[in-house]
């Protein structure tokens, strides 16, 4: 498995915009695929974004598609999640996984990191 560290979370007013980044350990980072999930309070976690191993194909849930963009850099061992035209709504926790891209989509994936609170102010 590949260990993940989430980073990038904080508050910010609606409207506003945020960088998720995930730093993966491990030389096989390029051969999983990875994918966001956020947890708001009280509800189940839920799939945000997914990449391919290579990043020619993504994947979104419809309440963020347009507004967030998810890519990786495999030299880097890290993938990204930038948000825009954030909404109170996308008030969450946010991890990312990585495994294959069915896995990751389901969020049956093996890895986890340990999550970044992103908090959004109307």
């Known amino acids: 498995q590949v260990q993940l560290v989430e980073s990038g979370g904080g508050l910010v007013q609606a409207g506003g915009s945020l960088r998720l980044s995930c730093a993966a350990s491990g030389r096989t980072f390029s051969t999983y695929a990875m994918g966001w999930f956020r947890q708001a309070p009280g509800k189940e976690r839920e799939f945000v974004a997914a990449?391919?191993?290579?990043?020619?194909?993504?994947y979104y849930t419809d309440s963020v598609e347009g507004r967030f963009t998810i890519s990786r850099d495999n030299a880097k061992n890290s993938v990204y999640l930038q948000m825009n035209s954030l909404k109170p709504e996308d008030t969450a926790v946010y991890y990312c996984?990585?495994?294959?891209?069915?896995?990751?989509?389901?969020?049956?994936?093996?890895?986890w990191g340990q999550g970044t609170q992103v908090t959004v102010s109307s």
């Open positions: 996984n990585a495994g294959t891209f069915s896995t990751v989509r389901a969020g049956t994936a093996g890895s």
């Open positions: 990449i391919n191993w290579s990043g020619s194909n993504t």
